[in-house]
């Protein structure tokens, strides 16, 4: 079993910055990758960025490439999210999340909801002027 908790969401004005921070326990060597999802209203869960454990792979979806950093501190078995140049777009409910099993290392799989079998509870993310 793994447990997660997500901190650091919050209301900011367009063009500013955020860092989520996510924070493991349980049984951490089981996991193979963990990441952030977000859902806003009426949409789709969608995979927002995620670190693969072993070798630190980092994935990223278009929307998000070249503002938003991933990364880990294993000692603390924590993975971030630090948000940076932040617009409207990207209000939504925040997850962290975490697979125990092998991914292959594609974007496309690794930015998948579905590969992910434990959860945060989520913390809220608003940008608005």
């Known amino acids: 079993q793994v447990q997660l908790v997500e901190s650091g969401g919050g209301s900011v004005q367009p063009g500013s910055s955020l860092r989520l921070s996510c924070t493991a326990s349980g049984y951490i060597p089981s996991i193979t990758s963990m990441g952030w999802f977000r859902q806003a209203p009426g949409k789709e869960r969608e995979g927002v960025s995620t670190i693969s454990r072993e070798r630190s792979w980092t994935y990223y979806s278009e929307s998000v490439q070249g503002r938003f950093t991933v990364s880990e501190d294993n000692a603390k078995n924590t993975v971030y999210l630090q948000m940076n140049d932040l617009k409207p777009e990207d209000t939504a409910m925040y997850y962290c999340?975490?697979?125990?099993?092998?991914?292959?290392?594609?974007?496309?799989?690794?930015?998948?909801?579905?590969?992910?079998?434990?959860w945060g509870q989520g913390t809220q993310v608003t940008v608005s002027s």
């Open positions: 999340a975490a697979s125990t099993v092998f991914l292959f290392p594609t974007r496309a799989t690794q930015l998948n909801n579905t590969n992910y079998n434990y």
